[in-house]
């Protein structure tokens, strides 16, 4: 089976760096995705790591190391904005997607 | 806007009673996946369909059935309701290949069992 582990919530301030961890337990995935869920929305997708290593997306980099079974979301220059649940997702070999239980991030003024 | 495309937005039933879910892809978007998410939880997956076949199964329970037809729209149906059936139901869509990484959400079906 698969399962997947995030801090519940973080707090920063705007302007800030955040790091957002991931930790994973599977027998086999073809990637990592990040997607950003605000409140009474729906999820929009923000990176995907198929290999490891480092993906940059404007602010938001990815990053991925299956040797440690991690991976995780930074977010640079936080803005009020950025205040939103972040779930990572697997996607097995079973073609089946497996998402985190979330991250809500509180970024302060 | 995603392009997906979700109806209805709200659905209000009892306990017992079946309801339809549905969902359109985006253009072009030949897979379609459904995930419920209770309050405050995360994204369970249920179930994704590949061009009119299904293509993965997750926590799916037996009351619960899907389908896609050839116009690529999708139906969710789910029977026998019970009150922890209430959720949040998003529908996704996503490209093939390497396109499949990005899965696109519709704005969700809120379901209310009472």
């Known amino acids: 089976g698969q399962s997947l582990e995030q801090p519940s919530e973080v707090t920063a301030v705007e302007g800030a760096i955040v790091q957002i961890n991931c930790t994973y337990q599977t027998s086999g995935f073809y990637g990592l995705s990040w997607y950003q869920q605000h409140d009474g929305g729906a999820p929009t997708f923000l990176s995907y790591?198929?290999?490891?290593g480092l993906e940059e997306t404007g602010r938001f980099s990815s990053f991925l190391s299956r040797s440690d079974s991690y991976g995780y979301l930074l977010l640079q220059e936080l803005q009020m904005k950025d205040s939103a649940s972040y779930f990572c997702?697997?996607?097995?070999?079973?073609?089946?997607?497996?998402f985190g239980p979330g991250t809500r991030l509180s970024v302060l003024p | 806007d995603s392009g997906v495309t979700q109806t209805p937005k709200h659905l209000i039933t009892a306990t017992g009673q079946r309801v339809t879910l549905r969902c359109s892809p985006r253009s072009g978007d030949l897979s379609v996946y459904w995930y419920q998410q209770s309050l405050d939880q995360g994204l369970q997956f249920l179930i994704q369909y590949y061009n009119g076949e299904e293509r993965a199964k997750g926590n799916i329970l037996e009351r619960f059935s899907a389908q896609q037809f050839p116009d690529l729209h999708s139906e969710l149906n789910l029977s026998s309701l019970e009150l922890g059936d209430s959720a949040l139901y998003f529908c996704?869509?996503?490209?093939?290949?390497?396109?499949?990484?990005?899965?696109?959400f519709g704005p969700g079906t809120r379901l209310t069992v009472l």
């Open positions: 790591n198929g290999l490891d």
């Open positions: 996704a869509s996503s490209g093939s290949g390497r396109d499949s990484n990005e899965q696109f």
């Open positions: 997702a697997v996607k097995g070999y079973g073609q089946n997607f497996v």
